[in-house]
């Protein structure tokens, strides 16, 4: 049996980075344990912005400057808090005009501003969009379906990948007739949940984007790596 341990922890140092590799005389299993946890949405973060071109740089500031206050008034009629809404400040560059063995020409001006909204009522989304194109806004950049519950969301996806090491660790050593005597050392590989995107098709059409975040689910994964010591 002697014979049979060293093989198990010989073959178990092998995966080991060669710092901890010197550290463990004995026999061990190093497990990886995952732990997924599918939820539903009910907050998105969209990012919008408004691109506008003009003869001068101050008629394409104040198209720009127009357009998004617009919306962020639409926004308070539709119960949405001022400090969930975020706007950028204004890029303004000139455009200009090339022509072959001519010097470039100034034909204007383009300013681009961008607006971030979280939105807590997901059911509202539809109107939000609807509302920011209505109101010159020019480009949904971006639309994350996330939840308002990811922090507990996270903290059940790292004990589901405690679990899921345990029962491997158990189930393995119990198939070589070992068993598990502690935890040696915990190696936790911190992960974000990811939210939801909605792609390029779906953010141009309100209609689809209804049908889609209704029946959306988003995952939170999260992992851990443990080594098990075994009972000599």
Partial sequence: MRKFKAIIWLTGALVISPAVMANIDFPHLEITGVGEITAAP??????????????????AKSASDKAVAAFIERLAKQGVKR????SAHIQLSPRYQHTKDKAPELIGYRAERQVTVTLNQLDKLNAVLD????????????????????LALKDKAREAAVSDAKDKADALAKSLGMRIDSVWQVRYRSSHPRPVMMNAQM???SA????TYQDATMQIRDQVDIIFRLED
Wanted: glycine letters at 8%; hydrophobic letters at 35%.
């Fill in 42 to 59: 009910d907050m998105a973060n969209i990012d919008v912005g408004v691109v506008t071109e003009r003869k001068t740089a101050k008629a």
């Fill in 131 to 150: 509302g920011a194109l209505g109101e010159g806004i020019n480009r949904i950049r971006q639309v994350q379906l996330t939840s308002s519950e990811q």
């Fill in 203 to 205: 953010r141009s059409d």
């Fill in 208 to 211: 689809e984007v209804a049908a």
């Fill in 83 to 86: 400090d969930q809404i975020e």
